[in-house]
Structure formats: structure tokens, C-alpha cells
T-cell receptor, first 112, second 113 residues
Framework: KQEVTQIPAALSVPEGENLVLNCSFT??????LQWFRQDPGKGLTSLLL?????REQTSGRLNASLDKSSGRSTLYIAASQPGDSATYLC???????????FGAGTQVVVTP | GAGVSQTPSNKVTEKGKYVELRCDPI?????LYWYRQSLGQGPEFLIY????????DSGLPNDRFFAVRPEGSVSTLKIQRTERGDSAVYLC???????????FGPGTRLLVL
């Protein structure tokens, strides 16, 4: 059974520092891995999607890597800003229908 | 609007009551998903529709939970005899097809007293 873990559960950094968020999974047979952002009281916003055949994806200040063999993905956010404060969730697509299995998330606070 | 919408945004009910939660997917999206998110946890899959039929309902916790999508668009999640443990945020997502990127609504926050 696939298990998705995100450590740490919470993180606080001063503005300008780089953020490193970790996601680990137990079964390497995945379709893809996706990183989402969740703001309080709001739905999920997709940030990056990495297909199982890819090693990384980049969008602006965001970079996500995927190492299936070790069951890990890392989300890097460069030069953090207060507006980056949110909960970040990783999710694995576990079947062809699109069912997603999520980690519990990392709550990030960027202080001015 | 162009996104997924969910109503109501908040619902407070008493233990034992019946509730219905509604999801309006993005127009033209054939796939629809329901997830449940408890406090401090990530969303957990409940059920998935492709068109009008439930393709996978393996995440529904018990027979008090039921969902329909009669015309292949709007979906309703129904919970009978609510329990305090049903309190959570219920999220809906839609996608343009099987396995495509899912777009999430803002969720319905359900509180069972």
C-alpha cells in the first residue's frame, strides 16, 4: 500500500531564504507526482507535475525533482517571499483513472 | 465562473441529520473526483466519476456516504445519519478526461455537532 510522507510538518523561514520541502513515498510504481499549494479556506492550486519518466520540472522560482528509485521528491522555492506562506502538499497519481494519494502537507511561514 | 464551484461553502448540522454537498465542475470536464480532508491531513480520495457512472467508489468510508452525477455534470455527495467524525472539508475536483490534471474547488467545510 502506497504511503506518502511529508517532513517537516511545519517550517518557518525569513524572507529571501530558499525553501526545501520533502516528500517520500513507499511504492515506486507511480504515474506521476504533483505539488499543490493550499491557502487557508481555499482549494488546491497545482504548482508542478512531474511524470514518472521525468527527473525534474521548473516553473519560475519553483523546481521539483523526482527520484523514483529512492521514493523521494523535493520542491525547491528560491528566494522565498511572504506571499509563499501556505501549506504545500505532494500527491501521487496511483492509477490510470487519476486517483491521487496525498501527503499531510508542510505548512510554510515566510516572515518579512 | 470558469473554475470548479462547491456549495455550500460551510455547513453546520447536528449528529444524525442528512446533508447534501454540491459540486459544479468546469464546463466540459467529463471526470469528477471527491476527496475529504480532515484537519491537519492531506485530502483522501472518496469517489471518482467518468460521465454519469461511478468508476471507483473504493474511498467511501461506509454506506452512509453516497454520490450521484445524473447528467454527467453536477455531482452531489450525500451523507446520511451524520456523525461527528464526518466533520471535514469535502473537496471536489474535475478534469477534462481520464487521468488528466485535476482542478480543485474551494471545498465545503462540514461541521457535525
Amino acid at each position: 500500500k502506497q504511503e506518502v510522507t511529508q517532513i517537516p510538518a511545519a517550517l518557518s523561514v525569513p524572507e529571501g531564504e530558499n525553501l526545501v520541502l520533502n516528500c517520500s513515498f513507499t511504492d515506486s510504481a507511480i504515474y506521476n507526482l504533483q505539488w499543490f499549494r493550499q491557502d487557508p479556506g481555499k482549494g488546491l492550486t497545482s504548482l508542478l507535475l512531474i511524470q514518472s519518466s521525468q527527473r525534474e520540472q521548473t516553473s519560475g522560482r519553483l523546481n521539483a525533482s523526482l527520484d523514483k528509485s529512492s521514493g523521494r521528491s523535493t520542491l525547491y522555492i528560491a528566494a522565498s517571499q511572504p506571499g509563499d506562506s501556505a501549506t504545500y502538499l505532494c500527491a501521487i497519481k496511483t492509477d490510470s483513472w487519476g486517483k491521487l494519494q496525498f501527503g499531510a502537507g508542510t505548512q510554510v511561514v515566510v516572515t518579512p | 465562473g470558469a473554475g470548479v464551484s462547491q456549495t455550500p461553502s460551510n455547513k453546520v448540522t447536528e449528529k444524525g441529520k442528512y446533508v447534501e454537498l454540491r459540486c459544479d465542475p468546469i464546463s466540459g470536464h467529463t471526470a469528477l473526483y471527491w476527496y475529504r480532508q480532515s484537519l491537519g491531513q492531506g485530502p483522501e480520495f472518496l469517489i471518482y466519476f467518468q460521465g454519469t457512472g461511478a468508476a471507483d467508489d473504493s474511498g467511501l468510508p461506509n454506506d452512509r456516504f453516497f454520490a450521484v452525477r445524473p447528467e454527467g455534470s453536477v455531482s452531489t455527495l450525500k451523507i446520511q445519519r451524520t456523525e461527528r467524525g464526518d466533520s471535514a472539508v469535502y473537496l471536489c475536483a474535475s478534469s477534462s478526461g481520464i487521468g488528466e490534471t485535476q482542478y480543485f474547488g474551494p471545498g465545503t467545510r462540514l461541521l457535525v455537532l
